[in-house]
Nanobody
Framework: QGQLVESGGGLVQAGGSLRLSCAVS????????MGWFRQAPGKEREFVGA????????SYGDSVKGRFTISRDNAKNTMYLQMNSLNPADTAIYHC???????????????????WGQGTQVTVSS
């Protein structure tokens, strides 16, 4: 079992930066693959990025590559999403998610994740 709580969202001007946090309760953080997704009004949930358990291999969606950075602090059971060069198209609710170890894990597939946070709103003004 686990609980995920996002924080750090808010309103920022285009070109600005935000850092989101995802605090995870439970003792199994180290064994989970972690991901970030976002959903804008009227749009499907979009893969932002993921960080694999243990080896910290990171991958990103095409729309955020080179601007966003995912990291995790295992001692704090927390994952981060550093977002730079934000633009209005980044406006969405951002969710973190956790996936138990599985041979069927697909990092960009929301169905691969077992636990979700409630989301935090990010709004980028032009």
């Amino acid at each position: 079992q686990g609980q995920l709580v996002e924080s750090g969202g808010g309103l920022v001007q285009a070109g600005g930066s935000l850092r989101l946090s995802c605090a995870v309760s439970g003792r199994t953080f180290l064994s989970w693959n972690m991901g970030w997704f976002r959903q804008a009004p009227g749009k499907e949930r979009e893969f932002v990025g993921a960080i694999q358990r243990s080896v910290d291999i990171v991958s990103y969606g095409d729309s955020v590559k080179g601007r966003f950075t995912i990291s995790r602090d295992n001692a704090k059971n927390t994952m981060y999403l550093q977002m730079n060069s934000l633009n209005p198209a980044d406006t969405a609710i951002y969710h973190c998610a956790a996936a138990r170890p599985s041979m069927w894990y697909l990092r960009a597939d929301p169905g691969s994740y077992d636990y979700w946070g409630q989301g935090t709103q990010v709004t980028v003004s032009s």
